[in-house]
């Protein structure tokens, strides 16, 4: 049995989707949805109501207790072999889940199991394979020598890019927005640290299912990650809360190296920190005062691929936003690559955003369609027909 746990803060219409592409996902499978609401403010618990049922259960917190704990409270409930650790503000195909418990069934050894995360034009999310930040690993990455040599097996080991992305592949850290984690393996080394409020505690499980023994996994399968869109990353908190979550990591698991071997990574982590908390009140400090001209975004154009019946309820609610679009009716089994057909002939104005109506659509074929040919300023927006609600990064429509 599988048990998918998914910590929820004020995402609301994020973790609404997410739980569509679970459905279809899950379909055949023997599994329980586990969503642990922490305490948000926008109506969320009201919202989930309509998602509920036997197979999926809803753990209201009465206070914010953090990434960590919240997934915590839910393990101990669960009742799966498996346990997938899901953030709400991803998108899953409908084989992923599959394909991953698959993986690992055939190696008893594994521990946990990631997958290509995909940003929302299309890229691959370079944390779908991360090494173990040592402290000179983690000295290259805030230094930039892993950005400047991202292929170097020494330089480069933080995102390990030089592994392949189209097979499994060992590495270290499995991302928490997608962390398939084997039972008995958690049985054995102990549930996430809720010391990590937030950020790090995929790191530190990770460490510690290498130290017990296991093997973590990189899956070639995909999901849409929007990145971050349940943090404010421009804010004081995040920068406080990313780098004590570095530093509680870096204690816990290296603090008995000499005093000299921890200097460099103290001072990379502190310096990081504060580069990030000038710069943030820098451009408050504009902002304010008024001392530079804000740029105006520039308005995306929608594009709609989709079935006929849907195409003018999308054109109308566009309308009443004051939003340019264009429909284009099709489906996947008719125009299998989506907008790279049309685009091959029309050079659309940018930024625009391309959206599939999932009645016509499969999550996993938009995410084939995106992740074929990324294009910078090309972003997905998928359309559910049945609540007339337009998901993209930026925004909702509704």
Known sequence: ???????????????????????????????????????????????????????????????????????????????????????????????????????????????????????????????????????????????????????????????????????????????????????????????????????????????RLLKGGFSNWYVPTSILHYKGESTEKSSFRYVHVFYQAMLIFFRKHFGNLSFLLTIPIKMAIYVKAMTALFSIVKNWMIKTLGLRLVKKEKQPVFYFFGLAEHAEAFRQMMQKKGLSCECVMATEQLMSDGHLTLFEQLRPQKPTVVVYDTAAYSYAGILRIFAKKPEEQVEVGIYHPEKQLLITEREIIE
């Open 1 to 207: 049995m599988l048990s998918v746990v998914i910590v929820n803060y004020n995402v609301k219409y994020y973790v609404g989707q997410c739980l569509d592409s679970l459905q279809r996902a899950l379909q055949g499978i023997d599994a329980e949805i586990l969503i642990v609401d922490n305490h948000s403010k926008d109506g969320s618990v009201d919202y989930l109501q309509g998602y509920l049922s036997d197979r999926c259960r809803l753990i209201s917190m009465n206070h914010n207790m953090g990434f960590a704990k919240g997934n915590n409270v839910a393990i101990r409930q669960a009742k799966g072999d498996y346990i997938l650790l899901l953030n709400p503000d991803t998108v899953v195909g409908e084989d992923t889940i599959r394909e991953v418990l698959r993986f690992m069934d055939d190696h008893p050894d594994a521990g946990a199991a990631g997958v290509c995360m995909h940003y929302c034009d299309g890229r691959k999310a370079p944390e779908s394979r991360r090494g173990l930040p040592t402290p000179m690993t983690a000295f290259y990455k805030m230094t930039g020598l892993c950005r400047r040599f991202p292929m170097g097996q020494r330089f480069g080991k933080y995102y390990m890019a030089y592994l392949p992305w189209d097979k499994p592949c060992q590495i270290d850290v499995v991302s928490g927005a997608f962390c398939m984690l084997r039972k008995r393996a958690l049985d054995e080394i102990g549930l996430l640290d809720e010391d990590f409020f937030m950020y790090g505690e995929d790191i530190d499980l990770s460490y």
